[in-house]
């Protein structure tokens, strides 16, 4: 069982090795100078041949420079690369890692190796078909191909993956949609090519699976004075959680999560609209009691001042009235009608 383990470790990269290389513009210069030498000494091969030089000399020197023009030189012209601002290159040795190259510049590296970049396209092609074949139903025939070249190089920039909304269950078993975006970038080019198949279809694929994990722990919605967290109350700790939950999942690959944020939230359609007759109805309640909270205030403001003041005597029944009078006025849905009374209630 240790053994397997240790197999397994062994088979994961943790560390980035920095790529042997050296500059390229001076191997650049040294090998069109030599090329121009072999061109030189192949002329003078022949002169040597045409005067009549001992064999050996000249055939050496001509097979000498024609190696040189033919093998040589153009090997050591495929080890140079070119690099931009963050922008690195994976290298490899005859399958084994041999390291990797980073920042921007000219650079010469061994020129047996090769780039491995496993989340670049191997090819694109594209394809007309055509109009009489389409029109009868036959089988279309391919009629030219676009071959694109893949892009080895591995960006380090921050990068944005906006992944399709997904329909999910909250805490309470309502569906729900929801979007989210996430900022990201390469740290560590080893585990990021190594490690996983494709890195960017490896954090899409967690991405999705964190969502579902941190969305499922809240409802939709909550009370405010229950102090509750929901998903609409508080989204920015849920984008924290999903941020955290991502990292996690994406360490082995060698991604950093710069930051997650929730671009869509809402009911699915079947539920929407009775979650809004509920929403509508939860804010009705809500504002009948403040109504109603403010009137018996006010109306026990009133009769304090009527007291205080000596304004009027007013006994019970006739607070009992006017307290009924106000309460109507107060938490009416509509204006009220004056009413001119003209005699006693008694």
Same mark, same amino acid.
């Given at each position: 069982?240790?053994?397997?383990?240790?197999?397994?470790?062994?088979?994961?990269?943790?560390?980035?090795?920095?790529?042997?290389?050296?500059?390229?513009?001076?191997?650049?210069?040294?090998?069109?100078?030599?090329?121009?030498?072999?061109?030189?000494?192949?002329?003078?091969?022949?002169?040597?041949?045409?005067?009549?030089?001992?064999?050996?000399?000249?055939?050496?020197?001509?097979?000498?420079? *024609?190696? &040189? +023009?033919?093998?040589?030189?153009?090997?050591?012209?495929?080890?140079?690369?070119? !690099?931009? =601002?963050?922008? $690195?290159?994976?290298?490899?040795?005859?399958?084994?890692?041999?390291?990797?190259?980073?920042?921007?510049?000219?650079?010469?590296?061994?020129?047996?190796?090769?780039?491995?970049?496993?989340?670049?396209?191997?090819?694109?092609?594209?394809?007309?078909?055509?109009?009489?074949?389409?029109?009868?139903?036959?089988?279309?025939?391919?009629?030219?191909?676009?071959?694109?070249?893949?892009?080895?190089?591995?960006?380090?920039?921050?990068?944005?993956?906006?992944?399709?909304?997904?329909?999910?269950?909250?805490?309470?078993?309502?569906?729900?949609?929801?979007?989210?975006?996430?900022?990201?970038?390469?740290?560590?080019?080893?585990?990021?090519?190594?490690?996983?198949?494709?890195? *960017?279809? &490896? +954090?899409?694929?967690?991405?999705?699976?964190?969502?579902?994990?941190?969305?499922? !722990?809240? =409802?939709?919605? $909550?009370?405010?004075?229950?102090?509750?967290?929901?998903?609409?109350?508080?989204?920015?700790?849920?984008?924290?959680?999903?941020?955290?939950?991502?990292?996690?999942?994406?360490?082995?690959?060698?991604?950093?999560?710069?930051?997650?944020?929730?671009?869509?939230?809402?009911?699915?359609?079947?539920?929407?609209?009775?979650?809004?007759?509920?929403?509508?109805?939860?804010?009705?309640?809500?504002?009948?009691?403040?109504?109603?909270?403010?009137?018996?205030?006010?109306?026990?403001?009133?009769?304090?001042?009527?007291?205080?003041?000596?304004?009027?005597?007013?006994?019970?029944?006739?607070?009992?009235?006017?307290?009924?009078?106000?309460?109507?006025?107060?938490?009416?849905?509509?204006?009220?009608?004056?009413?001119?009374?003209?005699?006693?209630?008694?």
């Amino acid at each position: 069982m240790s053994r397997n383990s240790s197999t397994s470790e062994r088979q994961l990269h943790y560390e980035e090795i920095k790529a042997k290389h050296t500059s390229g513009m001076m191997m650049l210069v040294m090998n069109i100078v030599l090329i121009i030498c072999a061109i030189a000494g192949f002329i003078y091969g022949i002169v040597l041949a045409g005067r009549g030089a001992a064999l050996g000399i000249w055939l050496s020197l001509i097979i000498l420079c *024609v190696l &040189y +023009l033919c093998l040589i030189g153009p090997i050591l012209f495929v080890g140079l690369k070119i !690099l931009q =601002p963050n922008e $690195a290159l994976v290298l490899t040795l005859f399958g084994k890692y041999y390291g990797t190259l980073r920042g921007e510049g000219f650079f010469f590296v061994n020129p047996f190796v090769s780039a491995v970049n496993p989340a670049a396209e191997n090819a694109s092609t594209g394809a007309t078909v055509s109009l009489e074949q389409a029109s009868s139903g036959g089988k279309p025939s391919i009629q030219g191909f676009n071959v694109k070249r893949p892009n080895k190089k591995i960006s380090l920039k921050s990068m944005t993956l906006n992944n399709e909304r997904q329909k999910i269950n909250d805490e309470l078993g309502n569906p729900i949609i929801i979007g989210i975006v996430v900022i990201w970038k390469v740290v560590n080019t080893a585990k990021a090519v190594f490690n996983v198949d494709n890195y *960017v279809e &490896y +954090l899409s694929i967690q991405c999705d699976s964190a969502l579902r994990n941190i969305v499922r !722990l809240y =409802p939709y919605d $909550a009370s405010t004075e229950d102090g509750e967290k929901s998903l609409r109350g508080s989204s920015q700790e849920v984008a924290e959680k999903i941020k955290a939950e991502i990292q996690s999942r994406v360490d082995i690959a060698g991604l950093e999560i710069l930051e997650a944020r929730i671009t869509h939230l809402a009911y699915a359609p079947e539920i929407a609209a009775a979650m809004l007759q509920r929403q509508q109805a939860s804010a009705i309640i809500d504002a009948r009691q403040m109504i109603v909270e403010g009137a018996v205030g006010m109306v026990e403001m009133a009769l304090s001042k009527l007291s205080e003041n000596n304004i009027v005597q007013l006994d019970e029944e006739r607070k009992a009235a006017m307290v009924s009078n106000l309460m109507v006025v107060l938490c009416g849905n509509k204006d009220p009608q004056p009413v001119l009374n003209s005699g006693s209630i008694y």
